[in-house]
């Protein structure tokens, strides 16, 4: 099935600073989408974006389909963005199923 | 908004017991999931639906049964558990065309088991 890659797998930033967290995925993908799980373990949707460009305040996620890779973009950092950031991918080529999830980036945002 | 519910959030009970996680969804999706994630870790997909009176294994050996008799309900039973099965259970559903592509999932608030 595909592999899905996330890096770095640890990350600590002092509050205000910027980051790029990356997606390596290993086929073809009709959906990706980021998430953040929050102390509590909850995942909360960040974005939807199997291809192009989108933007949401601080965050901003660009994903490049042909060349099999997604990048989520943190400006500003602040604590509240701990927690640890998900990519998951549904392949189109291996039969339609769920979404594979990466094993994360564990960020710390340090005031 | 996505609004899917899980009860109970937290469980703590005995081994041999049978337990059934609860998780609803109001959007009227098709496609409903469940993943086991043990704390700090990736996300593990043992069963999925397609719709009613569908269901899957995912790639996860569990020990664990669900069922899908209505669209908005998709219940997770252990038929006896062990301390094995501790872990955080999250359900998760996504709408789409009548086919097997699945678009955006949304997640409930997870349940978090710990059998002893």
């Known amino acids: 099935g595909i592999q899905v890659e996330q890096s770095p797998p640890d990350l600590i930033l002092q509050e205000g600073a910027n980051s790029t967290l990356r997606c390596n995925f290993s086929d073809s993908v009709n959906n990706l989408q980021w998430f953040h799980q929050n102390p509590w373990g909850q995942l909360i949707n960040l974005f939807y974006?199997?291809?192009g460009t989108k933007q949401n305040g601080r965050l901003s996620a660009t994903t490049v389909a042909t060349e099999r890779y997604s990048l989520l973009y943190i400006s500003s950092s602040q604590t509240t963005d701990s927690g640890v950031y998900f990519c998951a991918v549904t392949s189109r080529n291996s039969g339609n199923t769920p979404l594979v999830f990466g094993k994360g980036t564990r960020l710390s945002v340090i005031a | 908004e996505a609004d899917i519910y899980q009860t109970p959030r937290y469980l703590v009970i005995g081994t041999g017991k049978k337990i059934t996680l609860e998780c609803s969804q109001t959007m009227g999706h098709d496609k409903m999931y469940w993943y086991q994630q043990d704390p700090g870790m990736e996300l593990h997909l043992i069963h999925y639906?397609?719709?009613?009176?569908?269901?899957e294994k995912g790639d996860l050996s569990s020990e664990s049964t669900v069922s899908r008799i209505r669209t908005e309900h998709f219940p997770l039973t252990l038929e006896s558990a062990r301390p094995s099965h501790t872990s955080q259970y999250l359900c998760?559903?996504?709408?789409?065309?009548?086919?097997?592509?699945?678009?955006?999932?949304?997640f409930g608030q997870g349940t978090r088991l710990t059998v002893v």
């Open positions: 639906s397609y719709g009613v009176n569908s269901t």
């Open positions: 974006i199997p291809s």
């Open positions: 998760a559903s996504s709408e789409g065309d009548r086919g097997r592509i699945f678009s955006e999932a949304f």
